[in-house]
């Protein structure tokens, strides 16, 4: 081979190892989180789905890997609380997943109906319960993070996470957080966000300042408000609290 033919062979090679910076896609703000967590200390979940008695871990940042959406943070809460006295109109339960991106709750109503024979034998009461649910769409989740009151529409129970609720979120002191749940028939449900859950978001939304997140349809923020006054339906006796 000649020289001049060397010295277009090492041109051309180098000319295909050289990337225009245009054409190479900048980390986002989740890929550059993950690469700085040692990833290997969260669990693992391959679903963002909601299950009333789903097994997973609670109030603690994990990793979801899925085959769409890739892998990023996230944390899953759940708040449990009882209906009528020791829990004998039933329960109700509010499940939240909380990603870099949305929020996505679901709201489930237990109502169980008793009835008791008396069983001369043994004169023992035989007491037996059924239990029957319904999930309503939640429309309107609020959340007061110390003054600031915001307040998300959504759809399909699902709410978009902007910037400003990005920063309020891993800004929120370590403390239970009150959230409301404005469901489809316009009925108010209030529950709550437990501290451990608080500490997970941290994890779930630090992120750089150049983090590419949507500002086209920020919040409804109002600082400082009192918490809306709109008739609610109020945890009676609490049973569980899986985010402490």
């Known amino acids: 081979m000649s020289l001049l033919q060397t010295i277009r062979v090492l041109l051309f090679a180098t000319a295909l190892t050289v990337v225009p910076s245009q054409l190479v896609s900048p980390l986002t703000a989740q890929e550059v989180n993950l690469l700085t967590q040692d990833v290997t200390k969260f669990p693992v979940v391959n679903s963002a789905r909601l299950e009333k008695n789903r097994r997973t871990p609670w109030s603690t940042p994990v990793r ?27 329960s109700r339960q509010a499940i939240s997943f909380w990603s870099p991106d949305f929020v996505r709750v679901l709201f489930t109503d237990t109502t169980s109906q008793c009835t008791s024979v008396y069983d001369p034998k043994t004169k023992q009461t035989i007491s037996n319960c059924i239990d029957s649910d319904t999930t309503p769409q939640v429309r309107q989740l609020l959340l007061k993070i110390g003054e600031q009151v915001f307040q998300l529409d959504g759809q399909n129970n699902s709410f978009e996470v902007t910037k400003d609720l990005s920063s309020a979120l891993t800004k929120a002191p370590d403390e239970e957080i009150n959230i409301r749940l404005v469901l489809e028939g316009g009925e108010s449900v209030d529950s709550r966000i437990g501290k451990r859950t608080v500490s997970g978001w941290k994890t779930v939304y630090q992120s750089p300042t150049s983090v590419n997140r949507s500002e ?17 339906s109020q945890p009676t006796e609490l049973i569980e609290v899986e985010s402490i």
């Open 64 to 90: 979801v890997i899925g085959p769409f959406e890739g892998s990023y943070f996230a944390v899953f809460d759940k708040h449990h609380w009882s209906k009528g006295l020791l829990g004998s109109e039933g």
């Open 216 to 232: 086209s349809a920020p919040p409804n923020l109002v600082s400082p408000i009192p918490w809306p006054g709109a008739t609610s």
